[in-house]
């Protein structure tokens, strides 16, 4: 009998930002189910791994596979949603909560007309956030808090299988922090699997089933969470282009 492949699997993965090596032939993998989370320092790694994971940042050797299939040829992409770093720049989307969580559906609905189900998934994800009252409402007059919400609200719209979240709690106010420990408790219950990036563990540490800590783009620590926290875990964020978190909330609403 053949077990089932992971959901991710990363192997001897490289990957350079311009001339400077970043991911130094990093290995992990992700069963469905789980909730790993990718801990390090800044410059370790950590945001250039979850991009390459979703096509983002080109490996230069090793390889990626999703649900099985290599990344090259993956093209199931309502399987997996994601959220991006949080910029100040995005909350000036000029469009509703709704209408930008309704884009998170368009990996399913494509350019059909959405149907009863669609709408339904759509009102889910805003009032598993605790938005369903500002659902009209401007992104721009959102709080930071209130916009991560609904970028998390987005990448729950398709109803994904695998849930990838860089930096979810970086800038965020206690109370939004609560309430999004809240939505992806909630979302693991029901089986989904997910990926972290995290600067600190917080309200969310027990969620957490293993840890794979960075450092200088290698593997140091792949394991629990607390032994991770304790030995290897180092302060500060990865460095990426001030617009990269923008671009797929952008392109979502252009699509």
């Not at 790993?36 to 990626?64: C, D, E, H, M």
């Not at 040829?73 to 209408?99: C, L, M």
């Not at 609904?150 to 309430?179: F, H, K, Y």
């Amino acid at each position: 009998m053949t077990s089932e492949p992971p959901v991710i699997s990363v192997e001897a993965a490289t990957a350079a930002l311009g001339s400077r090596p970043v991911l130094r032939g990093i290995d992990f993998a992700v069963r469905r189910g789980e909730v790993v989370s990718l801990l390090g320092a800044n410059g370790s790694g950590k945001s250039t791994a979850v991009r390459a994971v979703i096509g983002q940042v080109p490996l230069t050797g090793g390889r990626i596979a999703l649900f099985g299939t290599e990344l090259r040829r993956f093209r199931d992409w309502a399987r997996i949603g994601y959220v991006p770093q949080r910029t100040t720049a995005a909350s000036g989307v000029p469009a509703t909560v709704r209408e930008v969580v309704s884009s998170g559906r368009l990996s399913r609905t494509g350019l059909r007309w959405p149907s009863r189900a669609d709408r339904a998934a759509v009102e889910r994800a805003i009032e598993l956030v605790g938005l369903a009252d500002r659902a009209k409402d401007s992104v721009s007059a959102l709080s930071g808090g209130q916009h991560q919400r609904v970028l998390i609200a987005r990448a729950l719209a398709s109803e994904p299988e695998l849930l990838i979240m860089d930096e979810p709690m970086a800038g965020v106010d206690l109370a939004s922090q609560e309430v999004l420990a809240t939505t992806l408790r909630e979302q693991v219950s029901q089986g989904t699997t997910v990926l972290l990036v995290l600067h600190e563990l917080g309200p969310l540490e027990p969620l957490i089933d293993r840890a794979v800590v960075l450092r200088d783009g290698c593997v140091a620590h792949d394991g629990p969470p607390p032994e991770a926290v304790g030995q290897h875990a180092l302060p500060g964020h990865d460095h990426v282009h001030p617009h990269a978190a923008d671009e797929p909330l952008r392109t979502g609403l252009l699509t």
